[in-house]
């Protein structure tokens, strides 16, 4: 069996974007209670640019274009803390969470992937700069608990690469 198989998400963590250096931040907020199998990374596939000689119809070359690259997650935590990180407006003393009341933009953030130990590796992801949003269905059943749903884009952070992968 390979041992560079993904299984798993072991963390989902926030942080902020820097726009000065476009760096990874070095503090993260942890998003608990992930719903199962809710975290995906997905890369588009990208658009061929065919290019023809002159004298023929047949495709002499083919380019792939750039792809944009999008990740998704959805947890059960309905902190007010997490509600302020993720959809903005103000959180109020420990118990208070206000919604915005204007329009916003989408909020940017860094985030950080990783899975969980697969035949003694841990992928992680690194995105310096996403545009996040996140969207909610706040049940209020006995059988289905309400989630917070995020999708995110990755943007391209200055001259470093939009998205790292490393495994230890």
Same mark, same amino acid.
């Given at each position: 069996m390979?041992?560079k198989?993904?299984?798993?998400?072991?963390?989902?963590?926030?942080g902020?974007?820097?726009a000065?250096?476009?760096?990874?931040?070095?503090?993260?907020?942890?998003?608990?209670?992930? +719903?199962?199998?809710?975290?995906r990374i997905?890369r588009e #596939?990208? /658009?061929?640019?065919?290019? &023809? @000689?002159e004298? $023929?119809?047949?495709?002499?070359v083919?380019i792939?274009?750039?792809?944009?690259?999008?990740?998704e997650?959805?947890?059960?935590?309905?902190?007010?803390?997490?509600?302020?990180?993720?959809?903005?407006?103000?959180?109020?003393?420990?118990t +208070?969470?206000?919604?915005?009341?204007?329009?916003?933009? #989408?909020? /940017?953030?860094?985030?950080? &992937? @990783?899975?969980? $130990?697969?035949?003694?590796?841990?992928?992680?992801?690194?995105?310096?700069?996403?545009?996040i949003?996140a969207?909610?269905e706040?049940r209020?059943?006995?059988?289905?608990?309400?989630?917070?749903?995020?999708?995110?884009?990755?943007?391209?952070?200055?001259?470093?690469?939009?998205?790292?992968?490393?495994?230890?």
């Amino acid at each position: 069996m390979s041992t560079k198989r993904i299984v798993g998400i072991a963390s989902v963590e926030i942080g902020h974007y820097n726009a000065t250096s476009y760096a990874m931040p070095s503090t993260f907020t942890k998003i608990s209670n992930l +719903v199962l199998d809710s975290v995906r990374i997905i890369r588009e #596939t990208p /658009e061929p640019a065919q290019i &023809f @000689t002159e004298d $023929s119809d047949v495709v002499d070359v083919e380019i792939a274009q750039s792809a944009n690259w999008s990740f998704e997650f959805a947890t059960y935590d309905m902190m007010n803390t997490l509600f302020s990180l993720l959809v903005g407006g103000t959180v109020s003393g420990a118990t +208070v969470w206000k919604a915005p009341t204007t329009a916003t933009t #989408t909020v /940017e953030k860094s985030i950080q &992937f @990783t899975s969980k $130990s697969y035949g003694g590796k841990v992928h992680v992801f690194k995105i310096p700069h996403a545009s996040i949003r996140a969207g909610g269905e706040l049940r209020f059943s006995k059988s289905t608990p309400g989630q917070l749903t995020i999708s995110g884009t990755v943007l391209t952070a200055g001259a470093n690469p939009p998205i790292t992968k490393t495994y230890v």
